[in-house]
C-alpha cells in the first residue's frame, strides 16, 4: 500500500486546476467537442432526412426525429467526448504537475513516441467506449449494470491513466511492471475518477484530475517500493 491517504492525489489534483496549462486543456477539450457536437448533430439530421426519406406529409416527421434523436445523442455524447480529447494532452498535464510538485525530477527514460501517443489515444477512446458501456449496462441490468459498470471503468481509467504517465519515464514493460506492484492504490484513484465520470460536468475534469492524480501515485510509488523498482527505472525519479 502506498504511504498516502486515500484522497490525497485527487485532492491535490484539484489544488491545481486554476492552473493556465490545465485551463488551457480544458478549454481546448470544450472546443475540440463543440465541433464533434455540431458535425454529429448535422451527420445526424441528414441520415434520418435522406436516407430514411419518409414520403411526402411525413417528411416532417422525418425531420423532427432526426433533430431532436441527434441532438439527444450529441448531448449525451459531449461530455465524454470533451474527456477524450483532454486526454489527448496528458503530456502538458503531468508536466504541468511535476513543475510544480517535483521540479527536482531528472528526465525520464521515457518510452518512444509513438507508443506514448499511441497509449494516449488509447486512453482517450477508454474513457469514451466504457461511458457508452455504463450507460448500456445500466440500461440492460438496472442497478447491477451501474456497478459493473463502475467496476469496468475503474480497471480501465484507473491502469490506463497509470501506465501513460510512467511512460513518460520508463519504457512500457516497465511502467506495467510498476502498475502490478501498486495495482491497489491505482485501481483505488480509478474508482474514484470512474464515480467523477458519471457526474455532468465534473466528467470534462477527468482527464486533468486524472492525469494529475496519477502523477502523484507514480511518486509514491516510486518512493515507497525502491527495493522492487526495475533497474532501468532508478535514474529517472
Do not use: K
Not at 489544488?15 to 478549454?27: E, H, N, T
Not at 511502467?175 to 470534462?204: D, H, K, T, W
Amino acid at each position: 500500500m502506498l504511504n498516502q491517504p486515500i484522497f490525497a492525489p485527487i485532492l491535490r489534483a484539484a489544488s491545481q486546476l486554476s492552473d493556465p496549462p490545465f485551463v488551457g486543456v480544458l478549454w481546448r477539450s470544450v472546443a475540440w467537442s463543440t465541433v464533434c457536437f455540431a458535425a454529429l448533430h448535422v451527420g445526424a439530421v441528414w441520415a434520418v432526412h435522406d436516407i430514411l426519406a419518409l414520403p411526402g406529409p411525413w417528411a416532417w416527421l422525418a425531420d423532427l426525429l432526426g433533430t431532436v434523436g441527434a441532438s439527444l445523442l450529441a448531448f449525451w455524447l459531449f461530455l465524454p467526448v470533451a474527456a477524450a480529447v483532454g486526454t489527448l494532452y496528458l503530456d502538458r498535464i503531468a508536466a504541468a504537475v511535476e513543475r510544480r510538485y517535483y521540479p527536482w525530477l531528472p528526465p525520464g527514460n521515457a518510452a518512444s513516441l509513438v507508443e506514448q501517443a499511441w497509449d494516449g489515444l488509447a486512453v482517450a477512446l477508454r474513457v469514451l467506449a466504457f461511458n457508452v458501456l455504463a450507460l448500456a449496462l445500466a440500461l440492460l441490468l438496472p442497478g447491477i449494470g451501474l456497478i459493473l459498470g463502475w467496476m469496468i471503468a475503474s480497471y480501465a481509467i484507473g491502469r490506463g491513466l497509470f501506465v501513460a504517465v510512467a511512460m513518460r519515464r520508463m519504457p512500457r514493460a516497465d511502467a506495467e511492471a510498476l502498475y502490478r506492484m501498486c495495482r491497489g492504490p491505482v485501481l483505488l484513484q480509478g474508482g474514484i475518477l470512474a464515480f467523477c465520470s458519471y457526474v455532468p460536468l465534473l466528467n470534462l475534469l477527468l482527464p486533468l484530475l486524472g492525469t494529475a492524480a496519477m502523477v502523484h501515485v507514480l511518486d509514491s510509488a516510486m518512493t515507497a517500493l525502491p527495493r522492487r523498482q526495475p533497474d532501468s527505472v532508478t535514474a529517472s525519479w
